[in-house]
């Protein structure tokens, strides 16, 4: 069900980012599959999770692209909404209205943390797509 | 093509790209090779603020344009219109004409009106809401208070407000209305409600698009970027510490 409402909130932001049509869906399905890995990999820690369900939904945008001839970021960037470490970011936030500058530091580094675990599933699954599509684009010419 | 029509039409292009927030890796090869495809050599830099291309041609003339940009969205569909045109360009060769008037196909595509906006804004809201945890009264309460932010962010975008303020004032509504809501419904869980609208607001996708310029190489992007994202989040910060503390002093007697 979880799943379901992650693919919902990517087609949310699929329409501010003005997708339209088959393509609205398939990036909406993007935040979907991502969600599904996230959950998967709930025994790995926050970072591990996040970084898993990026590169899941990096290979998914990869494949879809690839295969529609449209650019990555049009299934990618909807997709990745979800993970946006939204709770943690509050957290920092109260607790720096608190006063509590220790536990400020430590959710604000942890939200930081999978911010990059994101961002490095993208590239680490982008660079091996690209890897693997040359091979495959270069055997016939040769 | 005579260079300077191809440098007309390759800033152009690239121009748009950038302020429909491709990523500068996209916009800096795609001018590379709608040039090469005419014969051309291009050297462009681009960084979100800024477009220089200079193009080359055979005999050794060459034709500089820098373009400023000031702000730029994200609208993916122009992203994916533009990447078709320069797919097709660098297959076909076609003439300026149809190159122009393709282009101006392009700049006129649709966008989605502010009612179907505030809508995704609602619908986005409401299912964040949902996936962190909350009941069917946090998804409604998300609802409510996600339409309103948004409607907040397009009211500031259109009286061209700016960004700054307009980020304060999204943090401190997505604040208020989940109290005002909390007020309605006793029992709301007021800290789901306030989390699942701040991810309207939140600019976690510039903090990972920037970490991704960052370690693809593209250094001035990448910290341009992040500095960006800092101040976003900063603002809403602002936005929301300022409203919790008054609400709660305002509601201080009543909770």
């Known amino acids: 069900m979880e799943v379901f409402y992650a693919a919902l909130a990517s087609l949310g932001f699929g329409v501010f980012f003005n997708l339209r049509g088959r393509k609205l869906f398939a990036a909406a399905a993007g935040g979907g599959i991502g969600w599904l890995f996230y959950t998967l990999a709930g025994a790995q820690g926050p970072m591990m999770q996040n970084f898993i369900a990026s590169l899941s939904i990096t290979a998914y945008a990869e494949i879809m692209a690839r295969t529609q001839r449209a650019p990555v970021p049009v299934y990618l960037t909807p997709a990745l909404i979800p993970l946006v470490p939204g709770g943690p970011i509050y957290q920092a936030m109260l607790h720096a209205l608190n006063g509590e500058t220790d536990l400020f530091l430590s959710t604000g580094l942890l939200a930081m943390s999978v911010t990059g675990a994101i961002a490095l599933g993208v590239v680490a699954a982008s660079s091996a797509m690209r890897l693997i599509f040359l091979r495959h684009l270069a055997r016939p010419s040769r | 093509m005579d260079i300077k029509r191809l440098s007309d039409i390759t800033t152009e292009i690239g121009f748009q790209l950038l302020t429909s927030g491709a990523e500068i890796h996209r916009v800096e090869d795609t001018i590379c090779r709608i040039a090469g495809a005419y014969g051309a050599r291009a050297d462009v830099f681009a960084i979100p603020a800024s477009l220089v291309v200079t193009i080359g041609d055979r005999e050794g003339h060459t034709f500089t344009q820098t373009r400023r940009v000031y702000h730029s969205d994200s609208n993916l569909a122009r992203v994916d219109a533009l990447n078709a045109l320069a797919r097709h360009i660098c297959g076909q060769c076609p003439e300026e004409e149809e190159i122009l008037a393709e282009l101006g196909k392009v700049r006129n595509l649709s966008c989605y009106s502010l009612r179907q906006q505030l809508a995704a804004a609602a619908l986005g809201a409401g299912a964040f809401a949902l996936l962190f945890g909350g009941g069917i009264p946090e998804a409604a309460a998300a609802l409510v208070v996600g339409i309103a932010v948004r409607f907040v962010a397009t009211v500031m975008e259109r ?77 809403v910060a602002i936005g929301v510490m300022c409203s919790l503390a008054v609400w709660r002093w305002l509601t201080m007697g009543v909770m």
Do not use: F, H, Q, Y
């Open chain 2, 159 to 235: 009286t061209d407000g700016g960004s700054t303020l307009s980020n304060i004032l999204g943090g401190a509504a997505c604040v208020l209305g989940a109290g005002l809501c909390s007020l309605v419904w006793r029992g709301l869980d007021r800290d789901t409600v306030i989390i699942s609208v701040l991810m309207l607001l939140v600019p976690g996708l510039l903090m990972t698009n920037s970490m991704r310029d960052l370690i693809a190489g593209d250094l001035v992007t990448g910290v341009m970027k992040s500095a960006e994202a800092l101040l976003v989040a900063t603002c």
